[in-house]
């Protein structure tokens, strides 16, 4: 069962908020809405975000002051937080042309707060820093602020599972070979994807992950894995070369025994806790210890054959799954009413009929106005498909290979199509084919391709605020990739990433259309990179204005409906 507070629990436990920075010292606290390892999904029990202020999205800052709580989101939430927020929670929406901690700063400097308290065990270090260039910055242990509330323990069972070369290309001691080049060099890692692909486990332990709780220190002949006590357990048993297991409580003790041994030690200031760098100062001294902005993701999201080959495995069974869904719903609402909860719930049987272990992320399912918000996640028990609604469903899911599916597809249950819902979706279905059917030179920017994909939208007098584009791995979220505008991040041979235009209507009705590509070259010869679909299910015909398609798209629109019709997935064919 979802775990949820009523609105009252979330009131008195904003007010114990305010009420503690009032008798702090402090003029501010900044609260993140990660985990102890820097996680995007973070289980609403672990989420002190959502236990002070009842935002359930997955992104949001926070800054309580000494009379309120600010709460900054992105556009992918500027809906969903009016629906969830209340006095004392402040919601400030973030534009797309800003980010959450430059707006957080900017509140900072005009309420000319001079100290800052910071979760020590939930905050980046690269941040961290960032705010002691404006002010006086204090850490704060995370026991204080839980202190406050009725913090819930959710621990679940799950199993480790050691993946072999076969299904990863590569052994976990080439990896760390590949990490650590250097003499004597060592890499502490906090980021559990990036744990998962260095040690090739797979453990489903949190919400819509492949990875388990663990922090690493990985060197050239070994790497010393920190988790918890079960964890350690099972893991024992495993007998993985390469790995030494430890509890999460022997970590310092561990650390400072390879002080001797290792010369330097790296870490990702964006990816490892103010915490946890105090830890590795303690026992390394800070000369030893290096920052490296770069990380250790670029290593990971570059997909080897084995691992594009599991990739293209893992999407014909998501597929199946959404187009069984789709058709599902098809069916079931010519003949009775369908409410939103029954379509939500539908689409986690279809994931399970084709074996998935887990869903990626948390499935969108919307009908009408909900599909207009962006990220919704309250499919709801009571409202029931009306004729000629769209339908948004965005879902994804894991299997042997461990790594995440990503897909969105908008459509009609039943009835006819609106010229203004085909005029989104048309134009929403150009954005995404134009940027899949793109070739370009290696290096090419984000920001180029994404403007690909904005122009027919644009110039219809529409826009989107998200990004187009997202990497894929085994979180179904990895860097590396990232089409949006002002991305500066060169897209080379291997990436695996999303395509995801979209148009939303507040109040009637939204689109987005997600294909998920391999980035590859266009001809063994030629120094041209293309995508290539790992996605093959075909589009909704009767939400297409044809008219609207230029002869190079109606060219690109056919050859995938082909390839879609040869999968059985078609409704062009």
């Given at each position: 069962m979802k775990f949820q507070l009523d609105r009252d629990e979330i009131n008195d436990n904003a007010q114990k908020l305010i009420d503690w920075v009032k008798s702090s010292e402090l003029d501010c606290l900044y609260i993140s809405s990660f985990d102890i390892h820097l996680n995007e999904y973070v289980p609403l029990y672990d989420n002190l975000r959502y236990l002070f202020t009842g935002f359930s999205g997955s992104v949001a800052e926070v800054l309580c002051t000494k009379d309120e709580i600010f709460l900054f989101v992105d556009g992918r939430y500027h809906e969903q937080v009016d629906n969830e927020c209340e006095a004392p929670v402040r919601p400030i929406k973030v534009s797309f042309d800003d980010t959450l901690h430059e707006s957080l700063k900017t509140q900072i400097r005009s309420r000319q707060f001079h100290k800052i308290g910071v979760v020590s065990e939930r905050t980046s270090v690269s941040f961290y820093n960032d705010l002691r260039s404006m002010l006086d910055v204090e850490t704060i242990g995370e026991a204080?602020?839980?202190?406050?509330?009725?913090?819930?323990?959710?621990?679940?069972?799950?199993?480790?599972?050691?993946?072999?070369?076969?299904?990863?290309?590569?052994?976990?001691?080439?990896?760390?070979?590949?990490?650590?080049?250097?003499?004597?060099?060592?890499?502490?890692?906090?980021?559990?994807?990036?744990i998962s692909w260095l040690t090739n486990i797979r453990g489903y332990e949190l919400p819509y992950q492949a990875t388990f709780k663990s922090k690493c220190m990985v060197t050239k002949d070994c790497l010393y894995l920190f988790s918890t006590q079960e964890n350690v357990k099972q893991a024992r048993e495993l007998k993985i070369d390469g790995l030494s297991w430890h509890n999460f409580s022997e970590m310092e003790q561990v650390l400072s025994s390879l002080t001797h041994s290792l010369e330097k030690v790296y870490y990702d200031p964006n990816k490892t806790t103010v915490k946890d760098i105090q830890t590795l100062d303690k026992s390394f001294g800070h000369d030893k210890t290096y920052q490296d902005p770069n990380g250790l993701t670029h290593f990971h999201a570059n997909k080897n054959e084995t691992e594009i080959k599991g990739f293209?495995?893992?999407?014909?069974?998501?597929?199946?799954?959404?187009?069984?869904?789709i058709n599902w719903m098809k069916r079931e609402c010519q003949k009775r009413d369908v409410t939103e909860f029954e379509f939500y719930t539908q689409a986690g049987l279809e994931y399970?009929?084709?074996?998935?272990?887990?869903?990626?992320?948390?499935?969108?399912?919307?009908?009408?106005?909900?599909?207009?918000?962006?990220?919704?996640?309250?499919?709801?028990?009571?409202?029931?498909?009306?004729?000629?609604?769209?339908?948004?469903?965005?879902?994804?899911?894991?299997?042997?290979?461990?790594?995440?599916?990503?897909?969105?597809?908008?459509?009609?249950?039943?009835?006819?199509?609106?010229?203004?819902?085909?005029?989104?979706?048309?134009?929403?279905?150009?954005?995404?084919?134009?940027?899949?059917?793109?070739?370009?030179?290696?290096?090419?920017?984000?920001?180029e391709i994404d403007e690909i994909a904005r122009r027919p939208i644009k110039e219809a007098g529409y826009d989107y605020a998200h990004g187009t584009g997202h990497g894929v791995g085994i979180n179904v979220h990895e860097g590396c990739y990232r089409l949006k505008p002002g991305s500066k991040i060169p897209l080379k041979e291997g990436l695996v990433g999303?395509?995801?235009?979209?148009?939303?209507?507040?109040?009637?009705?939204?689109?987005?259309?997600?294909?998920?590509?391999?980035?590859?070259?266009?001809?063994?010869?030629?120094?041209?990179?293309?995508?290539?679909?790992?996605?093959?299910?075909?589009?909704?015909?009767?939400?297409?204005?044809?008219?609207?398609?230029?002869?190079?798209?109606?060219?690109?629109?056919q050859t995938y409906e082909e390839e879609c019709t040869k999968r059985g997935r078609s409704l062009l064919f």
């Open positions: 204080e602020l839980i202190s406050l509330i009725k913090y819930p323990v959710n621990e679940g069972q799950h199993t480790l599972e050691y993946l072999g070369i076969e299904l990863t290309g590569e052994g976990q001691l080439s990896k760390f070979k590949k990490v650590c080049h250097e003499e004597k060099s060592s890499y502490f890692v906090c980021a559990l994807d990036t293209e495995k893992s999407f014909e069974n998501s597929d199946n799954a959404i187009w069984n869904t399970s009929k084709v074996g998935a272990k887990a869903q990626s992320f948390h499935t969108i399912a919307g009908f009408g106005a909900s599909s207009s918000i962006i990220h919704f996640g309250n499919s709801s028990k009571e409202k029931n498909y009306v004729e000629g609604e769209l339908i948004l469903m965005d879902s994804g899911a894991f299997y042997e290979h461990g790594l995440a599916t990503d897909c969105t597809r908008a459509f009609i249950g039943k009835g006819e199509a609106q010229d203004w819902q085909k005029e989104i979706y048309t134009l929403v279905l150009k954005g995404l084919l134009l940027v899949q059917g793109s070739t370009f030179k290696e290096g090419t920017l984000g920001e999303s395509i995801e235009p979209g148009i939303y209507l507040p109040g009637k009705g939204g689109v987005r259309l997600e294909n998920i590509a391999v980035i590859e070259k266009l001809h063994p010869d030629r120094d041209l990179l293309k995508f290539r679909p790992l996605v093959f299910i075909g589009f909704e015909t009767d939400l297409i204005d044809f008219s609207m398609l230029d002869e190079k798209e109606k060219e690109l629109l």
